[in-house]
């Protein structure tokens, strides 16, 4: 497998290191469930066929975490991106419509 990394261009998979599933959320640790939500967020995980997203540290390149969407039974990678960039556009308000 190759990861196209935004920076550095294709390279071998050598030089990444899978950190896991890029869609879960860190729990509030201010919230009155924080316990159980925490359990949650390490434990108890999903692994469905089809696409998913991870994230991936270029360990021996660029030192950049990226969001990789990867077909799991295939391995075909249909997008690579910067991690941080992910996370500006999850973090910004909502649009309006108008
Ligand atoms: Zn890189």
Redesign the pocket.
Known sequence: MRIA????GE?SLDEFVYSGDATVKRPDAASPTAMEDFVRYSFERTNPPGMHRELWY?AA????WLVVTRGVATHAITSVEVARDVARADAAPAKDPA
């Open positions: 990394c935004p920076y550095c390279r270029h390149g660029c030192h950049a």
